[in-house]
């Protein structure tokens, strides 16, 4: 079968057609029996400018224009969930994700075995590097045939923003809002196009994981890395997140609207009530200059709640 979706970045969607199954399923996340906010990084908040008026952005996704935007003291987390933090959290609760229940999710082309090749069921039709694997999910990130035994300590992936917070609600966290998750990606610099500055390469250095080559046949891995790298890599920005650029998507818990920050408020903004799919930041390793420059810090995409890939993770956030 064809799996299309008019795709602007390195994600992809699930069909509509296989509707939601996970309506039941944030029922009985206990929360765990520990300090929530140990290890969590403490923002003061405030008034800061979000959003770009760069001719680099995409219009269509809302980037701009630049607004004033203020947003209370609030915790984050340093790192995206990893997976063991989502083993425990899986051991705890004998939780199923929705790429288990669905029993497939998207996986990038070139990390199939031949094998597995065999199985695959469809692709996306404008986005033809990302095939339907039958049996990929967190555990097994591109098929039966593969582990993450030794990533243990990279981000967990193939989740979606549904298992994110199921996540959250055992852990007694939540998703960031798209604001507080830029006001602590910019890690205290003003309208800097990277958490880092505005030159991707200071000095020929990397600073983060993304695609090096010609997007999506060749990845020369210049950065260290052709898929995820472990969640605590690169130097971590002013406030000492890591990874807010590339290496994985990271769900927020906004609704996506292209426009909403037009007439929106400015003050601890939420997003619009509904939607059909919600905001996704920070990019991933599958973000390259020629297709989808969405590693920089003001860019943003979407994706629909109960979709899963092999490049999509999240970090989590607390109230005071």
């Avoid at 057609?17 to 929530?36: A, H, P, T």
Wanted: net charge neutral.
């Amino acid at each position: 079968m064809s799996h299309e979706k008019k795709t602007p970045c390195c994600c992809a969607r699930r069909p509509q057609s296989f509707g939601n199954i996970l309506i039941q399923k944030q029922e009985g996340m206990e929360k765990r029996d520990k300090s929530v906010t140990k290890g969590m990084i403490y923002l003061s908040g405030g008034e800061f400018l979000m959003g770009t008026n760069s001719n680099e952005g995409f219009p269509t996704d809302g980037e701009g224009p630049v607004r004033k935007v203020k947003v209370n003291p609030f915790y984050i987390d340093p790192c995206t969930v990893t997976n063991f933090e989502f083993s425990e959290f899986v051991m705890d609760t004998g939780y199923k994700t929705e790429a288990e229940l669905y029993g497939w999710s998207y996986v990038f082309f070139s990390f199939i075995s031949e094998e597995v090749k065999k199985t695959v069921t469809g692709v996306v039709q404008n986005a033809q590097w990302w095939w339907v694997v039958k049996g990929a999910y967190w555990k097994e990130p591109e098929g039966p045939d593969s582990n993450i035994a030794d990533r243990m300590d990279h981000p967990v992936v193939h989740v979606s923003w549904n298992d994110a917070i199921a996540y959250c609600q055992w852990a007694g966290k939540r998703l960031p809002t798209e604001a507080e998750w830029e006001y602590a990606a910019r890690g205290g610099l003003v309208q800097k196009r990277y958490p880092w500055g505005d030159r991707f390469q200071p000095g020929s250095k990397y600073m983060c994981n993304t695609w090096q080559g010609t997007f999506p046949e060749k990845n020369k891995g210049a950065d260290g890395y052709l898929g995820t790298a472990p969640a605590k890599s690169f130097p971590a920005n002013g406030y000492g997140l890591y990874n807010v650029s590339g290496n994985v998507w990271e769900w927020c818990s906004d609704w996506f609207s292209p426009t909403f920050y037009e007439d929106g408020t400015c003050k601890n903004p939420k997003g619009p009530s509904n939607g059909e799919a919600k905001v996704t930041r920070g990019g991933s390793y599958l973000c390259h200059k020629s297709y989808c420059n969405r590693y920089r810090v003001a860019a943003r995409s979407s994706n629909t709640p109960d979709s899963s890939t092999g490049n999509m993770g999240f970090r989590c956030a607390a109230d005071l």
